[in-house]
């Protein structure tokens, strides 16, 4: 268990009350049943008995922590006047609860005000979203207060950089992955290799080349391994002129066989043209495009 300590008062629900941290991990916030009581205009022994009457609900270290027998963590609250001798040797349970042991202690009370208040005091004090600033007490204290600051604000400089780096790279692929998403028809070769800035024979010869697809005749077809997957829809037109009446076989890509094809080309450093801004060329793909 870490230790307890008091960062001052807080106003929640415009009711001023003790902020204290720690119990459930350091720095984490943690509500006092004393706290709770006053937040939620109910007697301490009723949020207890709350408690008492419910332990197999609550995880002892997790949610809820009793600090009656614990000297160690009772001393902060003795020196900042919350708890005196005397409250301590009266009270059967000192409880302290974790932001989840107290949303456990709302479904207990299961009233109309304490869920209006919840959404409140999470805000204003389990996020404890004021900053607080730790105040010097000589130069030297100064100085390494600063040092941490500047060390804090330059991780922060170096974790936003990182993000909108990573936010670049995957937005493009988003909005690739959006525009088949949002098509559930088939689509023709033609169609998928303008994705790719390339000519239909030059991505048919790029798929035969991963051993995706064969030609037979004038037609090509999927290798067994991938023929399973409803990746294609096959369809005969039926074609006359003058000289002849024959039929020819085309081969459509299904959204599933789309979506396929974008993540086994990525995995092959062949990305469509949104993406090539981001992530460079493709030398495979030139290549094949000049034959």
Known sequence: MNNLTIQGKTTVCG?????????????????????VAELHDMDLKHVNEAINNNRSKFRVGIDV??????????DPLLQAGVLSKQSIANSQNIYILSRIGYSKLLKIFNDDLAWDKYEQILDEY?????????????????LRIAADQWEQNQKLLTDNAELKSELTVAKPKAEYLDKI????????????AKDYGMT???FNKLLHSFQIQYKRGDNWYLY??????????????DIENDKAAFSKVNMNWTQAGRKFLYEFLKENEIAPLCERD?????KQVSLLNKE
């Open 181 to 192: 998403l949002q098509n559930p028809g088939t689509m023709t070769v033609t169609q998928i």
């Open 15 to 35: 009711i001023e009350v003790l902020k204290v941290a720690g119990g459930f991990g350091s720095d984490k916030p943690a509500m006092l049943a004393k706290t």
């Open 278 to 282: 981001v992530q460079g060329h493709s």
């Open 200 to 202: 239909a024979p030059a």
């Open 224 to 237: 067994d391994e991938y023929a399973k997957y409803g990746y294609t829809q096959s369809y005969t037109i």
């Open 126 to 142: 389990f996020e404890m979203k004021e900053t607080q600033f730790p105040v010097p007490h000589n130069f030297a204290e100064a």
């Open 65 to 74: 922590i009793d600090l009656k027998n614990s000297v160690d963590q009772i």
